[in-house]
């Protein structure tokens, strides 16, 4: 597939430019004809680079490769984790972490009282999950969840801009907010092993409710998702860059592998769904000498 992309590209951009035609004439509409073809075609490829790089991948756990991070997570990780799955929803991620850290101390956070009801049902088998009725954030607050229908994946706290999807983001409901060194200290939790944050455009609000924890390293490995949802909430790649590269191995989620971003470029600003794992560079030196890290 890389081969036959790369002779698109060689196409569109080593064809030698001819003297401009009038609008109106056949030669006209058919070189147009041509430079129409060669950037649909150069979109198309476009397309094709950003999802064989994982950008646009991360909607689903099959076919985002969280599924083999998680595998990778589970042969750095202690046996005995605390992970948080911050943006629970109906419980499909927290099922997949009790399956990967099966003597894991779970805790997975859903704000919205609909959602949370079928959250708990579906995690009820499952002793090592503890559920909780709340968002987390920056600081503790009363607030409000938009959503465009009960139980919604794309519930988030900033009234999403859809109409181009023929999306009304139309609901919302009251819900409590609290932070993760809020909820930490309460709960006598030490460490944090792994973060999972996927809270549609909020990420960044939820690591500034975790300040404390992350400027004492005792959290390990975060992961988030950054995509349209950062539009509405007006957050860019760049301020996850800048709040965690000093201290973590910023990486790529793919479904084969990690792939670790070296440096901020303003090409990262990609707002597609997209997941990426932040790992500690004290407890993943494994990460620091390779920019790919496939899954075991």
């Known amino acids: 597939m890389i081969k036959a992309m790369m002779r698109i590209v060689k196409k569109a951009i080593g064809r030698k430019r001819k003297p401009e035609l009038s609008v109106g004439s056949k030669s006209g509409n058919r070189k147009t004809d041509a430079v129409v073809a060669d950037i649909e075609a150069s979109d198309a490829l476009r397309r094709k680079c950003a999802e064989r790089v994982g ?12 599924a083999g991070a998680l595998r990778f997570l589970g042969s750095q990780l202690p046996r005995s984790s605390v992970l948080f799955d911050v943006g ?3 419980g499909e991620y927290s099922c997949l972490l009790a399956e990967h850290f099966p003597e894991a101390a779970i805790y997975s956070f ?6 949370y009801a079928i959250l708990k ?13 709340c968002g987390l954030s920056s600081s503790d607050s009363e607030a409000r969840l938009y959503s465009n229908a009960e139980g919604s994946g794309l519930a988030s706290m900033h009234k999403r801009r859809l109409a181009h999807f023929g999306i009304a983001f139309d609901q919302s409901e009251p819900v409590t907010m609290t932070t993760v060194d809020g909820f930490s200290d309460e709960q006598s939790i030490g460490r944090i092993d792994f973060l999972k944050i ?3 455009g909020h990420e960044l609000e939820v690591l500034k409710g975790a300040e404390k924890r992350l400027a004492a390293d005792r959290i390990s490995a975060i992961q988030f998702e950054f995509g349209g949802c950062n539009i509405d909430s007006r957050t860019f790649f760049q301020d996850f860059y800048y709040l965690l590269s000093e201290r973590y191995y910023l990486c790529r989620i793919l479904q084969e592998g990690l792939y670790r971003i070296d440096q ?12 990426y794992l932040a ?16 899954y075991g």
């Open 55 to 66: 950008l646009g991948t991360g909607s689903s756990c099959a076919s985002s490769g969280e």
């Open 88 to 90: 629970a929803n109906a």
């Open 110 to 115: 859903e704000p919205s009282p609909r959602t």
């Open 121 to 133: 049902n579906r995690v009820a088998h499952l002793q090592r999950v503890q559920t909780f009725c």
């Open 198 to 200: 996927d809270v549609e």
């Open 264 to 275: 901020y470029r303003e090409t990262d600003e990609v707002f597609v769904t997209t997941n």
């Open 279 to 294: 790992l500690h560079k004290q407890r993943f030196p494994v990460v620091q000498n390779s920019r790919m890290i496939q």
